[in-house]
């Protein structure tokens, strides 16, 4: 439950520019202009020998469905003993009047549940399932993977103390088990037992058997979720039996005795828990499609960019290439009570990076993704940025998973999305920029204490719940390869480049193909395969911004390299000192090095020469298609869908250095279009939720030789779609 995750989160940590008009001008490529619907997310999978270390390809699959790739996500849970036509049917018939789509069903799967009642319950979820489909609703179930809560089990009887919980939890290095009883957490109430239990136990079994019974009710997808090492009670879990047995036989390796990342040992235990819980879940899935073929997999992700997915062991692109499954991604807001309303620029830009990242670590598949808020204003902000990096929306008021911020702007926000899916989530990115998110140089680059979520840590006056405790190693800008890739983001965010995050497990030629420009923030571990792709990108005429002092110096399990993996392409090795900057041809492309990390001094300040030297390299090989003149604070993301190009603008001038209480402040652009030679401009139409109707409207545009303007006010969110014949 998405509450739940957020405060266990929090539990850990506690442990442990003006606004004003400005000038948008888009050059449209004739290269690009025209290219067919979806082919930045559906590149065919990399032949074993261009792909690097992580996951392997597997063979091509059944596609999404369509239904799927459109939805509009909203809870519509109901009681146990709910009566279909008293209690179900209205539930759906409101949700339906809200332009939802599929709802996600969250009951009592949370709970201990003896095989008699889980029985009886699927009966229920037949019945829920059936009557949504009369209604032309799709149906998701939601199944925590591995915890356990026992209702009244402090005192009474407990899936650890009289179930199997005891032999099949997860333990702590230090043997300790991963149960609590209720006040640790929220979710868990006074009274209750949480038991967290491991996937390598007879669990898994247990689970996946049940998982069979929920895909014969007819639901269309089932919603695992976050299947982590709990680190609320306990940290680096799992050190059980089973867990030891399966590291053992995997790596050779016993388990370490203690977390310290200078041991080669516990490091690779590090990586070897993403693989582990990898495994997990692509046996979810298989055991649904077992059943039924159709059923697809949705499994809830917290874990995004930052270190987290280091501590609890979640990584979610592992599952990038996977057929049939994909994530809901719980991105967090800063405030549980608050929303993002006192958000500044580098946290929104922060907020930005998630999304991204979770569009990019979906794959070719959907990227499902919480859109919180806790006033319709921010949430439909918010919501804005969930359209605009690719993600359905899983519209709910923070912290909570089975409220609507508010009805009438989550009708009108869906109405939008029902009435433009094809431009939102079937157009082909326009971004000629990548920035590479390296999954070993997260867990492994100077590792220190923080989850690094957003940048301020410190609550504003009178807010309440604050993400970060107000403790100041949170940030991401205290850590040195995360800030470095985050800084990265708010320096193309703030000069209007598009671009596209690019996940490293699994990476093959492929994936980088259409970039012109790739930059590798503080790329420091790197496996061999990986290292040949990237180097192969840039002899074939690719771009690579490479940043910090030990670039590739060490390998995918963090452990130091005797050269560096790419010191043919940087143009120096270990030996020599290591330059402060270099630029280096290789094959028929080019390497810029910059040995300071540039990103997390633009991260930390504000400050436009450090960002004019590290986006110098792009301004250089790969202008951007879009440019736009006056304020920084607006997200804009290019696309095209046939004949038209779509430019999609986020107004977040709310937000400033500082924080302040949140009012949205609406901006006049003038797009400008260079129209490519024999081409004209057909139609433009700008749309917007921010307006009383979701349609688009016809706008006027101006010529002067190839060049088309058109002028537009943005409160919110707008869509602009030029069409050239």
Excluded at 139 to 166: A, N, R
Excluded at 413 to 427: I, K, P, T
Excluded at 513 to 522: K, Q, T
Aim: include cysteine.
């Amino acid at each position: 439950m998405d509450e739940r995750r957020r405060l266990s989160r929090r539990s850990l940590l506690q442990s442990g520019l003006g606004a004003g008009g400005l000038a948008v001008t888009t050059s449209l490529l004739p290269g690009l202009w025209g290219r067919a619907p979806g082919t930045a997310w559906a590149a065919s999978p990399a032949s074993p020998a261009a792909t690097a270390a992580g996951p392997p390809a597997p063979a091509p699959g059944a596609a999404f469905p369509d239904w799927a790739r459109y939805a509009r996500i909203a809870d519509g849970t109901f009681d146990d003993d709910a009566d279909p036509v008293r209690d179900m049917k209205p539930v759906i018939d409101k949700l339906k009047a809200q332009h939802v789509s599929v709802i996600e069903v969250d009951t009592i799967l949370s709970n201990w549940l003896p095989d008699a009642e889980f029985t009886a319950h699927t009966a229920q979820l037949k019945r829920f399932s059936d009557l949504a489909h009369a209604a032309g609703i799709r149906v998701v179930v939601y199944y925590p993977s591995l915890e356990v809560i026992s209702v009244g089990g402090e005192k009474g009887k407990s899936f650890y103390k009289d179930g199997d919980g005891k032999n099949w939890v997860q333990r702590g290095l230090d043997g300790k088990p991963n149960v609590f009883y209720g006040s640790l957490v929220v979710w868990v109430d006074p009274g209750d037992e949480s038991c967290w239990v491991s996937p390598n136990s007879p669990w898994r079994d247990h689970y996946l058997t049940r998982i069979k019974a929920l895909a014969r009710t007819g639901v269309d997808a089932i919603w695992p979720d976050v299947p982590i090492y709990f680190d609320g009670a306990l940290s680096w879990c799992d050190a059980s039996t089973w867990a030891a047995t399966a590291f053992k036989a995997d790596t050779g390796l016993a388990l370490p005795a203690t977390a310290d990342f200078s041991q080669p040992a516990f490091r690779r235990y590090v990586e070897w828990r993403h693989h582990n819980l990898n495994r997990f879940q692509l046996d979810i899935a298989a055991a649904g499609r077992s059943v039924n073929p159709d059923l697809v997999t949705f499994v809830e992700t917290v874990t995004m960019d930052y270190k987290y997915a280091t501590t609890v062991g979640l990584d979610g692109a592992y599952l990038r290439r996977a057929d049939g499954v994909s994530h809901v991604w719980e991105v967090d807001v800063l405030g549980n009570y608050d929303g993002m309303r006192h958000a500044t620029a580098s946290d929104w830009t922060c907020l930005i990076s998630m999304y991204k990242y979770a569009r990019a670590a979906s794959g070719t598949k959907p990227a499902w993704a919480f859109s919180y808020g806790w006033k319709a204003d921010d949430a439909s902000l918010v919501m804005a940025e969930t359209l605009a990096a690719g993600c359905n929306p899983y519209e709910v008021k923070s912290p909570f998973k089975t409220d609507s911020t508010d009805t009438a702007m989550r009708t009108r926000m869906y109405g939008f999305v029902a009435a433009h899916q094809e431009e939102l989530f079937a157009a082909a990115s326009g971004a000629t920029v990548g920035v590479y998110h390296s999954s070993a140089s997260r867990d492994f680059v100077s590792p220190v204490e923080g989850s690094g979520m957003y940048v301020n840590t410190k609550p504003p006056a009178g807010v309440k719940d604050w993400w970060s405790f107000d403790t100041p190693e949170e940030s991401c800008t205290q850590q040195k390869w995360l800030g470095e890739f985050r800084g990265t983001v708010k320096s193309l965010v703030l000069a209007h480049i598009p671009f596209n995050t690019v996940p490293s497990p699994g990476v093959g030629a492929d994936d980088l193909a259409g970039y012109r420009v790739l930059y590798l923030p503080n790329l420091q571990a790197v496996a061999t395969a990986e290292a040949d792709v990237l180097r192969s990108y840039v002899a074939g005429g690719g771009t690579v911004v490479i940043t910090g002092p030990a670039p590739t110096g060490l390998d995918e399990r963090g452990d130091a390299r005797s050269e560096y993996a790419l010191a043919d392409v940087l143009g120096f090795r270990k030996a020599d000192p290591v330059p402060a900057t270099k630029r280096t041809a290789f094959g028929q492309g080019t390497c810029w090095f910059f040995k300071d990390l540039l990103g997390l001094k633009y991260l930390s300040r504000t400050h436009q020469p450090t960002a004019d030297t590290l986006l110098g390299p792009v301004r250089a090989a790969a202008p951007p298609a879009v440019t736009l003149t006056g304020d920084p604070r607006v997200h804009l993301e290019l696309s095209y869908l046939g004949d038209a190009a779509i430019v999609q603008l986020v107004n977040f001038t709310a937000f400033g250095d500082t924080p302040a209480s949140f009012a949205p402040k609406p901006t006049t652009c003038t797009v400008g279009l260079t129209v490519p030679a024999g081409r004209h401009v057909r139609a433009a139409t700008v749309s917007s939720p921010d307006h009383s109707d979701p349609g688009p409207r016809p706008v006027a545009w101006k010529t002067d030789g190839d060049k088309a303007s058109v002028e537009l006010t943005v409160a919110q969110y707008s869509l602009l779609n030029v069409t050239v014949n």
